[in-house]
């Protein structure tokens, strides 16, 4: 990329850059075709065409490649559609923040959590992140894999994430922070679980129960592969695949064959709420820790003490 006068730039882009130039990007990147562009924001292809070229003067340089299979993001525009994407989300969060605080709220944060994170710390974080003189905050849960919410916390979709914390997360422009570790536990109904809790447990007879799993190629799957593995036997294939705690206590309680391996602090919601027991085993587990993640700009108030609050409370213990 050739050297650029990046005051120049910003005179150009705080006078003339708007939301609709943004959106307008991001519809080539969606779409490929300004024909279809076009279409999609009921306006002309000259006119796509045209306000293209001023944007691409605006920033200096070309910001798609134009080919015969479409049109593809140069390394600038992969750029400058980044920011894009998230100026839009940090847009909408305003809009957001502004409907909580007419409501008397302080902010709306958007939370991103892997499954099979505790229910009892998120509600027991949010209750502390709540100031004495407010309404305190109102939360949008957004749930999905380490992989599938760290993206959405770098473009500003997200305000935070709790989520694993391992070698292959991209951390670029994120900071985390440790929470604490989860240890495994194998549930069963209680009538299943007293009679595996009398014996030493055989991986070998318990490979033909009726297993419901989490999603494959993750860390939970991948650890109670490794569990049979070790074992020297196949691991099971699950009739279920789900991360809904809901389902799995639901099913369990139904079935004296259904097991499934989940994490303590899990285990003993799904006991409380639903009856299922915990078998007395210990399991070796090398799951990566659950984190903490944030943008590493500055924090508004209210998500650094919401942030806060999980630091406290997986410190409690």
Excluded: C
Aim: no cysteine.
């Amino acid at each position: 990329m050739a050297e650029i006068n990046a005051d120049e730039i910003l005179r150009h882009l705080s006078a003339r850059l708007k939301m609709r130039h943004l959106i307008l990007l991001l519809n080539i990147q969606q779409h490929g075709s300004l024909t279809r562009v076009a279409e999609q924001m009921a306006s002309s292809q000259p006119a796509i065409t045209n306000a293209l070229s001023e944007l691409e003067g605006m920033f200096g340089g070309a910001l798609f490649d134009r080919s015969t299979r479409g049109m593809a993001p140069t390394a600038l525009g992969k750029l400058v559609l980044a920011r894009a994407r998230a100026m839009l989300h940090d847009l909408d969060h305003l809009v957001r923040d502004m409907a909580s605080a007419a409501a008397g709220f302080d902010a709306h944060l958007h939370v991103g959590v892997i499954p099979f994170i505790s229910g009892r710390l998120l509600s027991a974080a949010i209750r502390r992140a709540m100031p004495a003189d407010s309404k305190g905050l109102t939360v949008t849960i957004h749930e999905g894999t380490s992989d599938q919410l760290l993206p959405q916390l770098q473009d500003h979709t997200l305000d935070i994430v709790i989520g694993r914390a391992s070698s292959t997360v991209d951390l670029r422009g994120v900071e985390f922070n440790l929470l604490y570790r989860q240890q495994p536990r194998l549930i069963a109904s209680r009538r299943l679980a007293a009679q595996l809790g009398r014996v030493r447990l055989d991986w070998g007879q318990l490979v033909g129960l009726d297993w419901i799993l989490g999603a494959p190629n993750t860390p939970m799957r991948e650890q109670v592969a490794d569990i049979f593995l070790a074992a020297g036997i196949a691991p099971p294939v699950p009739i279920v695949e789900s991360y809904s705690s809901k389902l799995i206590g639901e099913m369990i309680v139904a079935s004296e064959r259904a097991v499934s391996i989940v994490p303590a602090d899990i285990a003993e919601e799904l006991a409380r709420t639903t009856g299922l027991a915990i078998v007395p085993y210990s399991f070796d587990w090398t799951l990566p820790p659950i984190a903490m993640f944030t943008r590493a700009a500055s924090q508004s108030r209210p998500l650094a003490d919401f942030a806060r609050a999980l630091l406290e409370l997986s410190r409690e213990g």
